[in-house]
């Protein structure tokens, strides 16, 4: 459905993306996953035809975005990083609008929007800049889909709304994929990654890795510690030191130590007890696709 290859840009003298090539299936729920500045939001422009890419193509369902865009914009559903509808334009106007520029009305669509615009329609009369962030995204995908296009790209659609929001938005993108959507989405939250069923990790315009989040976690090459502690920035200065320390990063509430494969658990304790005079609570634990990621920035 989309087959990125070879693209590039940049601005002057910075390259926002550097040779990306990747191929998104039919029916994937795909993310691209990086921290701001990765160069996400520049790829999805050069996508939606918004910009011209300096090397290499995008063709999406068939259609090269740059010489068949006006064939590429009519199959794409976007949502753009920032909120983008009308302020002063109700819930309902809005969607009306969106709907007559595709030369279609609600009613021929609803059936794509209605589990969505059900949680809207008692604020339909409300102008779009009176809505709370979660009801932003939440009509800004309603907009994007009534024109029934083939693909979704959404970038970055739920930094700035709250958690329960964010999880009601990824419900709602895993329920589009059982009707048979194909949804392209970046963000910076790397928990969403493990929603995927394929994803590209981004930074500084390069491709780290691309597979399914399982798979991704399966290649971290330590063996992975957490530990807690009443302070975790001494605990985190006094694991510094340690001889056999591969990383050692702040994971919430603990410390997540990566260490050669043959270190026991006994030998850090003992470390540890010998330069703080604090608890502590130590144990072995899987990677997850957080702990792969900062791995493969640390590598770069």
């Known amino acids: 459905m989309i087959n990125i290859k070879n693209i590039k840009k940049s601005y002057g003298d910075i390259t926002a993306v550097d040779d990306i090539t990747i191929h998104v299936r039919k029916g994937q729920l795909f993310g691209l996953i990086g921290p701001d500045g990765a160069g996400k939001t520049s790829l999805f422009r050069m996508l939606t035809s918004l910009l011209i890419p300096d090397e290499g193509s995008a063709v999406i369902m068939g259609y090269d975005t740059v010489k068949d865009y006006r064939k590429v914009r009519n199959i794409l559903g976007y949502m753009p990083e920032r909120f983008s509808l009308y302020m ?80 009601e938005f990824w419900e709602m993108l895993k329920s589009l994929q059982t009707k048979g959507f194909t949804t392209f989405v970046s963000t910076p939250f790397l928990d969403d990654a493990e929603l995927c069923d394929e994803v590209a990790l981004i930074q500084d315009g390069k491709i780290l890795d691309m597979d399914s989040p399982q798979n991704i976690a399966k290649k971290y090459p330590h063996k992975l510690w957490s530990i807690s502690a009443s302070n975790n920035y001494k605990l985190l200065r006094a694991i510094g030191n340690y001889e056999k320390k591969k990383s050692a990063f702040a994971f919430g509430n603990s410390v997540h130590l990566a260490t050669a494969n043959e270190v026991e658990i006994e030998e850090i304790q003992n470390y540890l007890k010998s330069i703080i005079d604090y608890d502590f609570e130590i144990k072995p634990i899987e990677p997850n696709i957080e702990d792969a990621f900062m791995e493969l920035m640390k590598e770069e």
């Open 88 to 167: 002063d334009l109700s819930v309902e106007e809005n969607l009306n609008f969106f709907a007559t520029v595709f030369n279609t009305t609600i009613e021929e669509n609803y059936h794509l929007i209605k589990d969505i615009y059900k949680v809207l329609e008692p604020f339909k009369d409300r102008r779009a800049g009176d809505l709370s962030g979660g009801m932003k995204q939440k009509l800004a995908l309603c907009c994007a889909l009534i024109h029934k296009p083939e693909v979704l790209l959404l970038d970055e659609p739920t930094t700035g709304v709250d958690p329960v929001s964010r999880k």
